[in-house]
C-alpha cells in the first residue's frame, strides 16, 4: 500500500453512480488502496471489506498475479479489435471459462459488465427464437425485486421500481414479471434454501396462459437474488421453473452476475443447485473485477442454430461493442481463473459456508433485526425500518460499520455481506461482531 497521505480532492465534477451525491459530497467517504481483506481509507484507517467491493472481488484485493498479468498485457497488445479480427487469449479465455460452465454450456460472448451481459443474454434470446422460425416469441418474463443492471433491457425485466420509474415509458415493451420469493411470514430465519415457496414457480404458467407460449421468448432470473436483499430460492423453485420452460419451450436465463465464480461454493449457482439453465451471464468475478468484464454463456444447440441459420459468409448475430473480449480483460480473466483454481477458491468457500451461516444467524434477536437470511459465503440482515423512512436504518448502520472498519452493503434495509472468497474464520466473526455492536449502539 502506498505511504504517501493522498488528499482530499474536490469532488464537484463527479457525477457518482446510484449515490446521494450532495449527502456524499458533504462527507466523502473515500478508499485509497486495497490489498487481501482491507481497503484504506484516505484518513489512514484499514476497512475489513465484508461485500467484496460490489460482490466482485473473490480472490481478493490487489492479487499480485492478475496485476501482473494486466501490466504485461499492457505492454504487448493493448487493445485489438474484436469484430472480423481476433487475438489468441480471447479464445484462451473462453475456453478456460467453458470448464467451469454446466456440460454443454460452451459457448461465450464477451461483453464489459453485468449490464451488458444481461441486454446481450436478452438478444441471444430472440435471436435464437428467431432462426428456428418462431420470430413471434419476443416476451420475456422476469421477476419482481430482480436485478438485471441498468440497460433498458434490463431494468425493463428486472423487478426493482426505483430503477425503473424514471424510464417507465421507454421500458421495452412485452415483458411481464413473476412474483418475488419473500415472505417473512413464511420463511423468516431460513437457513440456506426455504422450506416454503417452491409454488410460486407456477405463476409462470398462468403467464404462459395469459400470454401463450408461441410469444413468449424467455425467463430471466438470478437463482439467488442479490440487489434485491439476497433472496434465497425456496427449495424446489428453481427445478418446477426448468420444468415449466422446458414443457413451454421457453429459454431459461440465470443472471449469475454475482452467484458464479464460487459465491455459494461452487463455480456456478447452477452447478450448486443442479439447474441447468439455457443461458448463464457471468461479470464482476470473472476477472475479479480488476478489468470491467462480462461474458454470455450460452448452450452450444443455440450457438449452433444462431450461426447455421445465416449464411456461410454472413456476420451471424449483430451484436458486439468495442470492448468485447478487450485484450487486457482476457488476460485478468485467464489470471482469475487460475487463482480460483489454484487456492481452491470456490471450495474454501464451501468448507467456510457454515461457520458463515452460524455467525450471520447468532445476530437473531438482537435490536432490529426482522430477518437473517444466508447461502454459501452470502447473507442478508433485514432490520425494521425507521418508521416512514425506508432505508435510513440500513444506512446509518453502513456508516456505523464503516466508523468501526468494516465495509457492509445495504440495499434498502436488507444488509447484505459476500466477502472475499479469503475471508478467514476470525475475520467472519468480526464482521458480523461488529454489526452486532453497531446495532446494540443505534436507536
Ligand atoms: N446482474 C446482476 C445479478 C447484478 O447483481 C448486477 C450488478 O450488481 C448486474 C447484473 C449489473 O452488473 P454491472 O453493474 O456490471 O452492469
Redesign the pocket.
Known amino acids: 500500500m502506498s505511504s504517501t497521505v493522498p488528499l482530499m480532492p474536490n469532488t464537484d465534477a463527479l457525477w457518482m453512480p446510484f449515490t446521494a451525491n450532495r449527502q456524499f459530497k458533504a462527507a466523502p467517504r473515500l478508499l485509497v488502496s486495497a490489498s487481501g481483506m482491507y481497503y484504506r481509507s484516505l484518513d489512514g484507517h484499514e476497512v475489513l471489506d465484508g461485500t467484496a467491493g460490489?460482490?466482485c472481488v473473490n480472490a481478493g484485493h490487489c492479487r499480485a498475479e492478475i496485476a501482473e498479468a494486466i501490466a504485461r498485457q499492457s505492454r504487448e497488445l493493448d487493445y485489438a479489435p474484436g469484430f472480423q479480427m481476433g487475438h489468441p487469449l480471447a479464445f484462451e479465455a473462453a475456453a478456460r471459462l467453458v470448464r467451469l460452465m454446466p456440460a454443454g454450456m460452451d459457448r461465450i460472448f464477451f461483453t464489459s459488465?453485468?449490464?451488458e451481459s444481461?441486454d446481450t443474454a436478452l438478444k441471444i434470446a430472440l435471436a435464437y427464437h428467431r432462426a428456428r422460425g418462431e420470430a413471434q416469441r419476443m416476451r420475456f418474463i422476469g421477476r419482481e425485486r430482480g436485478?438485471?443492471?441498468?440497460g433498458f433491457g434490463?431494468i425493463s425485466v428486472g423487478g426493482i421500481g426505483a430503477n425503473r420509474k424514471t424510464f417507465a415509458a421507454n421500458l421495452m415493451p412485452g415483458v411481464d414479471h413473476l412474483p418475488h420469493t419473500h415472505d417473512l411470514s413464511q420463511a423468516a430465519f431460513s437457513r440456506g434454501q426455504p422450506a416454503w415457496g417452491a409454488h410460486l414457480a407456477d405463476h409462470l404458467e398462468r403467464l404462459v396462459m395469459l400470454h401463450d407460449a408461441s410469444t413468449i421468448a424467455g425467463v430471466i432470473v438470478?437463482p439467488l437474488a442479490?440487489?434485491g436483499g439476497v433472496l434465497v430460492p425456496p427449495r424446489g423453485y428453481l427445478e418446477r421453473l426448468r420444468a415449466l420452460c422446458d414443457r413451454y419451450g421457453l429459454l431459461l436465463i440465470f443472471?449469475e452476475?454475482?452467484t458464479a465464480f464460487g459465491r455459494l461454493g461452487a463455480a456456478t449457482a447452477s452447478e450448486y443447485f443442479g439447474v441447468t439453465p439455457d443461458i448463464i451471464?457471468l461479470?464482476?468475478a470473472i476477472s475479479n473485477a480488476a478489468v470491467p468484464l462480462?461474458a454470455v454463456v450460452v448452450k452450444r444447440a443455440l450457438y449452433d442454430t444462431v450461426i447455421s441459420a445465416a449464411s456461410p459468409d454472413a456476420i451471424e448475430l449483430f451484436h458486439g461493442y468495442t470492448y468485447s473480449a478487450h485484450p487486457l480483460a482476457m488476460a485478468a480473466a485467464i489470471a482469475t481463473l487460475q487463482l480460483y483454481e489454484r487456492e481452491q477458491l470456490f471450495a474454501r468457500a464451501r468448507s467456510l459456508a457454515a461457520q458463515f451461516e452460524n455467525a450471520a444467524h447468532a445476530l437473531r434477536g438482537a435490536a432490529h433485526v426482522r430477518d437473517i437470511r444466508n447461502l454459501g459465503l452470502m447473507a442478508g440482515i433485514e432490520l425494521e425500518p425507521l418508521p416512514s423512512q425506508p432505508g435510513a436504518r440500513g444506512y446509518e448502520v453502513f456508516l456505523r460499520c464503516l466508523e468501526r472498519g468494516v465495509l457492509v452493503r445495504y440495499t434498502g434495509d436488507t444488509l447484505a455481506f459476500s466477502p472475499p472468497l479469503i475471508i478467514e474464520p476470525a475475520q467472519i466473526e468480526q464482521l458480523f461482531g461488529t454489526l452486532a455492536e453497531t446495532l446494540q449502539s443505534i436507536s
Open positions: 460490489l460482490w459488465s453485468g449490464s444481461a436485478y438485471h443492471g441498468v434490463g438470478e442479490g440487489s443472471d452476475v454475482i451471464t461479470a464482476k462480462g
